[in-house]
């Protein structure tokens, strides 16, 4: 069994394009000019995108990623609401990507049209199922999603293997990385049964740390963008369910610690922010996940403390850390201006061929 281990200078193979073989081919890092596509290697920050806010901003604002083409399915879930899921087809027998977006992300997210691309253009299966009322339409019930909902990881993931015969990969960015560990942990060895591996990127494993960052400096600009659409959704539900919490503390909440206090707690079964955050977070459960499993996060993610990160001791010998020095908040942009947003496609891949063996 592997060792729980820091990965921040391999050289890793590479994500195949179009029609290129499902082996695991090698390569490092060319030198500027060379032809070939360089290995993911380890992630290094442009000189003119400085800092982890510029590098999360830029990333997610201007990210040069084209959105692929998807289908939508509708699905209804067992208690009578539904979820929407994006889906890019493959041939038969390819294995299948599963990936579970971030706090009021979707498939439009920059990190989502870059790593659907990449497994279409490697001719995988991808879904991603969007959380209950992130698919453009609200949900039917009075509750909507949260970042502990390791349940609802489980029926997506064991519907999506009920009907797909290959080999099935989760990956969750922030919000869903979290939920997606959290899962991984709960189940153990029975995980193992429905994927084959995973990774998580700029998952927020302490909430509660995660929480009390951004309430701080600039990270309250992406607090407010938050809950520009949080607090809108949130009256449409007042409106179908009045009643359900109290409306204008909700329009005056200026945290996101005030928001799930007043709405995100009550509504899933929690006390209160601190109950929610504490009982949610994955950190206590990444020693218990039985599944290759790697873990990215950028040590000056504005959201994720550097010293919330788990060490190497708090984690199960199954988990890769790989936290290297910049990124920001599902950040990586690479190369000259304007840059490349294809790094952290290709780390995930090269992660997943390392499990095929």
């Excluded at 009920?162 to 989760?170: D, K, W």
């Excluded at 955050?277 to 950190?283: G, N, V």
């Excluded at 873990?295 to 788990?310: I, K, T």
Aim: glycine share 10%.
């Amino acid at each position: 069994m592997r060792s729980a281990r820091h990965l921040h200078d391999i050289e890793a193979p590479r994500w195949p394009g179009p029609g290129a073989s499902d082996a695991r081919p090698g390569g490092s890092e060319p030198r500027s000019g060379d032809a070939a596509e360089p290995g993911p290697g380890a992630y290094r920050a442009p000189w003119w995108l400085p800092g982890g806010n510029a590098q999360t901003v830029y990333a997610s604002l201007f990210a040069p990623v084209a959105r692929p083409p998807v289908r939508r399915e509708r699905w209804d879930t067992p208690d009578g609401d539904f979820i929407d899921v994006d889906r890019i087809d493959g041939p038969d027998g390819a294995p299948l990507l599963v990936l579970f977006h971030g706090l009021e992300g979707g498939s439009a997210s920059h990190y989502a049209r870059a790593l659907l691309a990449a497994a279409r253009a490697r001719g995988w299966h991808a879904a991603l199922p969007h959380f209950r009322g992130c698919g453009g339409e609200l949900n039917r019930l009075p509750r909507a999603y949260h970042s502990g909902d390791s349940d609802e990881i489980d029926w997506i993931l064991r519907r999506l293997a009920g009907e797909h015969p290959g080999a099935i990969y989760a990956a969750g960015v922030s919000l869903g990385g979290n939920a997606l560990l959290k899962w991984l942990g709960e189940r153990g060895a029975e995980a193992g049964a429905v994927v084959r591996a995973a990774a998580a990127v700029s998952a927020p494993v302490d909430l509660t740390a995660a929480g009390n960052a951004l309430e701080r400096g600039f990270n309250r600009v992406y607090t407010r963008n938050f809950l520009a659409t949080l607090r809108r959704k949130a009256a449409a539900k007042l409106a179908r369910f009045p009643g359900l919490f109290d409306g204008p503390r909700v329009a005056r909440s200026r945290t996101l610690r005030e928001f799930d206090d007043l709405v995100t707690a009550p509504l899933h079964g929690f006390r209160d922010a601190s109950d929610y955050w504490l009982r949610s977070s994955a950190k206590p459960w990444l020693a218990h996940i039985r599944v290759p499993t790697l873990l990215v996060n950028a040590r000056n993610d504005p959201f994720v403390p550097a010293e919330s990160l788990p060490r190497a001791e708090e984690v199960s010998p199954q988990v890769t850390l790989e936290f290297p020095q910049a990124g920001g908040h599902v950040g990586f942009v690479h190369g000259p201006f304007p840059g490349r947003y294809d790094w952290l496609p290709r780390r995930i891949a090269a992660f997943f061929d390392e499990t095929r063996g």
